[in-house]
């Protein structure tokens, strides 16, 4: 049975974010929300709330296609000399106002990478409600944490754009599907929406053997892991091997309450809910957070224990990729040589990045390299074209990785921030000449 959801999108912090990695994927997102939504909104879930929040002076042109895809669009226009808009306080009071619709919504999705809305997400948690954000660009650990389920949003746009990247040849205003020809035949979805039974540790709804089943796979796709399975993996195992029955992890919503449903933790086996949720056999896996904070060469016994400890907590509270010293010069002289000769977007050349260093046999996420390439930018590099050589790059880096320490509350002493600016590369007297983080 579908997921009742409440869908909220702030506009200008996604069409922004998207424009800054690729302006056709923010023009994609813009001009065809009925293809987007459909996507989302699939066979576990269904939209009765679509609400969008917008600065009308700004973004006048795109209001049109969202109020064709059914959505309720709320004018959010700048109330400072800045731009500065009012379009999270009227979200976090809608969202909070429909804690109380007699409906009770069972999820709440956030179209928004502002960390503002943590204590948001918390609050929902707390009323036992589900959370998905779906996210167009990096954003802070702890709001990903705060979130049930985290969407890339790029990831689907990227699917519905053409092979060239860009949605120029897209049809014009208005869209087919928004046509009155073009709808689906219309259902009566009332039926299906009688009270949902709560489920528990003795749940009658899930046979024994399916149990067994369930299990059986799990344990299987464990012992052949060499490290923790990231939730978002786990589902898609269960996914192949019992198709839609796995949806909304069988009816449970949440990992965590499966998990302990079919009692898996008696095998051995244990899930962590640190970001994004892992499942781990207790007496073969490194635990998810050091496995996430460290890097291969860090756990190598003859690394320094020192820059060990430094780089384990750095990489903890900024998210810095744990990649060695030499691993960073690598990956510092080819965003040095790319951009020297007439770079790309955010988003090409973090998938350049990606596999080139992959080639390389360096361990680097697509994620991990957008993240280095955002602070870049965000710290004044121009990612299209810029004649910085690969040091500049790494004291720019440094600096923004030690105001980010800085921010976490970690007031590094001058030895650990000399051994730093050592492993990722930088210089031992940067200069200052990087300009402050602009905060999302």
Same mark, same amino acid.
């Given at each position: #049975? ?89 979200? @976090? ?6 804690? #109380? ?7 709440? #999705? ?43 949003? @790029? ?50 709804? #899930? ?214 600016? @050592? ?11 990087? @300009? ?5």
């Amino acid at each position: #049975m579908p997921k009742k959801t409440a869908l909220f999108v702030d506009f200008d912090n996604v069409f922004l974010c998207l424009k800054a990695i690729d302006p056709a994927m923010a023009d994609c997102f813009a001009k065809r929300p009925a293809e987007w939504l459909k996507q989302l909104e699939g066979s576990d879930r269904r939209f009765l709330i679509r609400r969008c929040y917008m600065n009308p002076t700004s973004f006048e042109e795109y209001r049109p296609y969202f109020i064709y895809s059914a959505f309720d669009v709320v004018d959010c226009p700048a109330v400072t000399m800045q731009g500065k808009t009012l379009a999270d306080m009227h979200m @976090t009071i809608d969202i909070v106002d429909r804690l #109380m619709h007699p409906t009770r919504f069972e999820e709440f #999705m956030l179209f928004s990478a502002d960390s503002d809305f943590t204590p948001v997400l918390q609050k929902l948690r707390e009323y036992d409600r589900q959370t998905c954000v779906v996210l167009a660009g990096p954003s802070s650990a702890a709001y990903r944490a705060s979130a049930d389920e985290i969407l890339s949003l @790029t990831r689907i746009l990227e699917e519905m754009l053409p092979a060239g990247g860009s949605s120029q040849d897209s049809p014009s205003f208005p869209r087919p599907e928004y046509r009155q020809e073009a709808r689906p035949e219309y259902r009566d979805y009332r039926q299906d929406y009688t009270p949902r039974p709560r489920l528990g540790l003795n749940n009658e709804l #899930m046979s024994r053997d399916k149990i067994e089943d369930i299990t059986k796979v799990l344990l299987e796709a464990l012992n052949q892991a060499s490290h923790a399975i990231p939730s978002a993996k786990v589902i898609e195992i269960l996914r192949e091997k019992f198709g839609a029955d796995a949806n909304s992890w069988f009816g449970f919503g949440r990992p965590a309450s499966f998990f302990t449903a079919i009692n898996i933790y008696e095998q051995g086996v244990t899930f962590s809910q640190a970001a994004p949720g892992y499942l781990y056999l207790t007496h073969k896996h490194t635990p998810p957070r050091e496995l996430a904070s460290l890097g291969e060469w860090l756990r190598n016994p003859a690394s320094d224990p020192a820059l060990v400890a430094l780089a384990n907590k750095v990489c903890a509270l900024t998210e810095t990729p744990p990649l060695s010293p030499d691993e960073f010069q690598i990956c510092f002289n080819y965003i040095a040589e790319q951009i020297c000769h007439g770079g790309a977007g955010l988003n090409e050349l973090s998938k350049n990045l990606r596999d080139f260093a992959k080639d390389k046999e360096i361990s680097l996420s697509r994620q991990d390299a957008t993240g280095i390439l955002f602070l870049l930018e965000r710290n004044g590099v121009n990612l299209q074209y810029s004649n910085k050589p690969a040091e500049a790059l790494a004291d720019i880096y440094a600096e923004a990785v030690v105001r980010r320490c800085s921010a976490s509350q970690w007031q590094m002493n001058a030895d650990e921030h000399a051994m730093l600016l @050592t492993w990722l590369g930088a210089s031992t007297a940067p200069t200052a000449a990087a @300009t402050p983080e602009i905060q999302a």
